[in-house]
């Protein structure tokens, strides 16, 4: 595989996706190489994934795959408009 530089920026913009499942391997590579050296989006990316674990698992309420996926690209919208 060649090397290829994911900047912060694309990460956080896959991120969603990472955590959805929803990328090919190529790009899960890439974007877990980026984890691997990133400790900015490695936070963002923990803590990201331990608050929807959170929120999935609360017996306060319950949230369809679909609401649950709207949620995500919600607050990654929101991410994304803090780093810019």
């Known amino acids: 595989m060649n ?6 920026a694309d990460f956080v913009a896959e991120i969603g996706n990472l955590l959805d499942g929803d990328v090919d391997p190529q ?12 400790k900015a989006c490695t936070v963002v ?6 608050t929807i ?3 999935s698992e609360s017996a306060t309420f319950e949230l369809t795959p679909e609401e649950l996926k709207s949620g995500t690209a919600s607050v990654m919208a929101k991410i994304r408009g803090l780093r810019s």
């Open 3 to 8: 090397p290829v530089h994911i900047s912060c």
């Open 45 to 50: 990316f923990d803590s990201t994934r331990k």
């Open 53 to 55: 674990r959170i929120v």
């Open 27 to 38: 790009l899960r590579a890439h974007l877990e190489a980026h984890l691997a050296t990133c």
